[in-house]
């Protein structure tokens, strides 16, 4: 059994895990409109958040993902690895959330929660670019001659990346019980996340789409999926029998459906 899974799969409708009919809507949306990005938020200690947008997935092997789908629920589509990658999409950055303090030595800081402090004071500093670019008055920076050395427009465009590069950024529970309830450490890094996250160069390439509601989604096509998971045989018939009536403007959905596994039934494997 491989440790990682060469596929990636996005578990959909957690809030309506208990309502199939209701996951089978989502689903159904998914496939016509494309994977829409949610808000995340990534929290950088007492300084503040990332509120992001992205498309979630996990690698996770499917005969581990009890965990997983105990709060994910167990209706899911997994995709081809490199439709992920093509759409921008990678590994989320864990890092270990404990604020690091100075020891008994003076000036020496645990290393402990490192990386966690360095994402820290970037989030810091973008707070204060962005602060800077929000200023009718600011032009850049000048250097010793008065000449624009980096300008709004660099400073703007610096910001968007490192505010994207952040949004991958993600704890690893390191601080005891996670906030979903989960009474384990570590527990979010066990999630084993991807992300697609939305560049500006994403939306340029028709990568991903913005709707006139102002959500951003990412289409994709038959080819890019690997296979259906649904929570029981009811939904996996009425999937079926979706996929069977040419009501999807792709119809290879149609003429050679993806396979469609009850979650269940994966423990006879």
């Given at each position: 059994?491989?440790?990682?899974?060469?596929?990636?799969?996005?578990?959909?409708?957690?809030?309506?895990?208990?309502?199939?009919?209701k996951?089978?809507?989502?689903?159904?949306?998914?496939?016509?409109?494309?994977?829409?990005?949610?808000?995340?938020?990534?929290?950088?200690?007492?300084?503040?958040?990332?509120?992001?947008?992205?498309?979630?997935?996990?690698?996770?092997?499917?005969?581990?993902?009890?965990?997983?789908?105990?709060?994910?629920?167990?209706?899911g589509?997994?995709?081809?690895k490199?439709?992920?990658?093509?759409?921008?999409?990678?590994?989320?950055?864990?890092?270990?959330?404990?604020?690091?303090?100075?020891?008994?030595?003076?000036?020496?800081?645990?290393?402990?929660?490192?990386?966690?402090?360095?994402?820290?004071?970037l989030?810091?500093?973008?707070?204060?670019?962005?602060?800077?670019?929000?200023?009718?008055?600011?032009?850049?920076?000048?250097?010793?001659?008065?000449?624009?050395?980096?300008?709004?427009?660099?400073?703007?465009?610096?910001?968007?990346?490192?505010?994207?590069?952040?949004?991958f950024?993600?704890?690893?529970?390191?601080?005891?019980?996670a906030?979903?309830?989960?009474?384990?450490?570590?527990?979010?890094?066990?999630?084993?996340?991807?992300?697609?996250?939305p560049?500006?160069?994403?939306?340029?390439?028709?990568?991903?789409?913005?709707?006139?509601?102002?959500?951003?989604?990412?289409?994709?096509?038959?080819?890019?999926?690997?296979?259906?998971?649904?929570?029981n045989?009811?939904?996996?018939?009425?999937?079926?029998?979706?996929?069977?009536?040419?009501?999807?403007d792709?119809?290879?959905y149609?003429?050679?459906?993806?396979?469609?596994?009850?979650?269940?039934?994966?423990s006879?494997?």
């Open positions: 059994m491989r440790a990682i899974s060469e596929l990636l799969i996005h578990f959909l409708g957690k809030d309506f895990k208990n309502e199939p009919s996951q089978l809507e989502i689903f159904q949306s998914i496939i016509n409109d494309g994977l829409r990005c949610s808000r995340i938020d990534v929290k950088f200690g007492f300084e503040g958040c990332i509120y992001g947008n992205a498309v979630c997935f996990t690698d996770i092997p499917l005969n581990f993902c009890d965990e997983h789908t105990a709060f994910y629920g167990k209706f589509i997994a995709f081809t490199a439709f992920v990658k093509n759409a921008g999409g990678n590994p989320a950055n864990y890092f270990v959330d404990y604020a690091p303090s100075m020891t008994n030595s003076d000036d020496i800081v645990e290393n402990r929660g490192l990386l966690y402090m360095t994402a820290t004071n989030f810091k500093n973008l707070m204060t670019m962005n602060e800077h670019i929000k200023k009718d008055n600011f032009e850049g920076i000048f250097d010793h001659e008065g000449k624009i050395a980096y300008s709004k427009d660099d400073y703007e465009s610096f910001a968007n990346h490192l505010q994207q590069f952040l949004t950024m993600k704890p690893m529970g390191d601080l005891g019980p906030r979903d309830g989960s009474d384990q450490i570590d527990q979010y890094y066990k999630e084993r996340e991807w992300r697609i996250v560049y500006v160069g994403s939306i340029m390439s028709g990568r991903a789409v913005i709707s006139p509601e102002e959500h951003i989604y990412y289409k994709f096509k038959r080819r890019d999926v690997k296979l259906i998971i649904v929570p045989n009811e939904i996996r018939k009425q999937v079926l029998e979706w996929f069977a009536s040419y009501e999807i792709d119809v290879e149609a003429e050679d459906p993806p396979p469609v596994l009850v979650y269940d039934d994966l006879c494997f």
